[in-house]
């Protein structure tokens, strides 16, 4: 059985494999260099409107793919005209960095 698990993992499971990465250094600076605390709190856990998310925990592909969505428009419900200005010069490599680290933080 553990061997189907660790088969799941490093082949199926994104999300849990990028939880035992350790190195987020990358995402951490890029999270501060992009501000993007200023509206989500450090580490993405306090924000500063109660209708922004709280980000930190979250699985790393669902972060990615959400704020990929704002970017392109696909998601443009709530609030996120705003973060669409905030996330239109972030790059794909930057955004995954970013992710990675958010969902490391408690």
């Known amino acids: 059985i553990l061997v189907i698990g660790v088969v799941w993992v490093r082949v199926f499971d994104e999300d ?47 972060l990615h793919t959400q704020i990929k969505d704002i970017r392109s428009g696909v998601r443009s419900n709530g609030m996120t005209s705003i973060m669409k200005v905030a996330v239109d010069q972030v790059r794909d490599d930057e955004l995954r960095e970013i992710a990675r680290y958010l969902n490391q933080v408690d």
């Open 16 to 62: 849990s494999l990028s939880f035992y990465m350790t190195d987020t250094s990358v995402g951490e600076k890029l999270f501060e260099v992009r501000d993007c605390f200023t509206c989500h709190g450090i580490g993405g856990k306090d924000p500063q409107v109660t209708e922004y998310p709280h980000l930190n925990g979250q699985p790393e592909t669902y």
